[in-house]
């Protein structure tokens, strides 16, 4: 039998007084280094549901939809991430709007038994367009919007509207009037894109 090489030797006496190199997980806790990606998990408060993190992830592991709810009565957007399909490149995190809508959390043990347990989602109210009545963005989006302008969300009549509904100083719907019939009276509304500029060729042109 030929001799241990000396520096297998030194390891195997080093092992025996320092304990083994691999860590006791999963029947330990496994400690995670300070700036470990970890888990990416919604902070649904913090998230005003924009929909940038479902545009960014590369794994298609984030749906956005907005879907109508019986119970409601009304469309929502739900916002869900399925970790079975993540891939933990923490992209979603880097790019939040709000830097605080997702976090990485230190865990990874993310192994279940059934798929639905790999889901997680939470809903956001929408806000609609009071010309042809769809979906804009998400309500709390909208209100982060207009916290990051300011006095430039002056410049948006549907920035103002929502501003002042927020402050009940308007109704929240001040009326819905059928697009082909944008008129004056119609530039003080929430209106998504197309009908504001719709509104605008209207009342500038006279065709839209
Ligand atoms: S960490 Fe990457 S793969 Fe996972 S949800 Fe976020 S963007 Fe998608
Ligand atoms: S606020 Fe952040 S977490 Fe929420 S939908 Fe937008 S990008 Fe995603």
Same mark, same amino acid.
């Given at each position: 039998?030929?001799?241990?090489?000396?520096?297998?030797?030194?390891?195997?006496? %080093?092992?025996?007084?320092?304990?083994?190199?691999?860590? /006791?997980?999963?029947?330990?806790?496994a400690t995670v280094p300070e700036h470990f990606r970890g888990t990416p998990t919604y902070?649904?408060?913090?998230?005003?549901? =924009?929909?940038?993190c479902?545009?960014v992830c590369p794994a298609?592991a984030?749906?956005?939809?907005?879907?109508?709810?019986?119970?409601?009565? %009304?469309?929502?957007?739900?916002?869900?991430r399925?970790w079975?399909?993540c891939i933990f490149c923490s992209q979603c995190y880097e790019y939040c709007?709000?830097g605080?809508?997702i976090k990485l959390d230190p865990d990874f043990e993310k192994?279940?038994?059934?798929?639905?347990?790999?889901?997680?989602?939470?809903?956001?109210?929408?806000?609609?367009?009071?010309? =042809?009545?769809?979906?804009?963005?998400?309500?709390?989006?909208?209100?982060?919007?207009?916290?990051?302008?300011?006095?430039?969300?002056?410049?948006? !009549?549907?920035?103002?509207?929502? /501003?002042?509904?927020?402050?009940?100083?308007?109704?929240?719907?001040?009326?819905?009037? !059928?697009? /082909?019939?944008?008129?004056?009276?119609?530039?003080?509304?929430?209106?998504?894109?197309?009908?504001?500029?719709?509104?605008?060729?209207?009342?500038?042109?006279?065709?839209?």
């Open positions: 039998m030929r001799k241990p090489k000396l520096r297998e030797l030194k390891e195997a006496v %080093t092992a025996l007084v320092k304990g083994p190199y691999t860590s /006791k997980f999963p029947k330990e806790p902070v649904p408060d913090d998230c005003v549901g =924009c929909g940038a479902g545009q298609g984030i749906t956005i939809i907005d879907e109508y709810r019986e119970e409601k009565g %009304t469309l929502v957007r739900r916002i869900e399925n079975a399909q709007i709000t605080k809508g192994s279940c038994i059934d798929k639905a347990d790999a889901i997680d989602t939470h809903d956001k109210e929408l806000v609609f367009c009071e010309g =042809c009545g769809g979906a804009i963005t998400a309500v709390d989006h909208f209100r982060w919007i207009n916290d990051q302008l300011g006095e430039l969300a002056f410049a948006n !009549p549907s920035l103002v509207v929502a /501003k002042y509904a927020e402050m009940n100083l308007v109704g929240a719907d001040t009326g819905n009037n !059928p697009r /082909k019939n944008l008129e004056r009276d119609n530039f003080m509304k929430i209106l998504c894109p197309n009908c504001r500029s719709a509104y605008i060729l209207s009342d500038e042109y006279g065709t839209s």
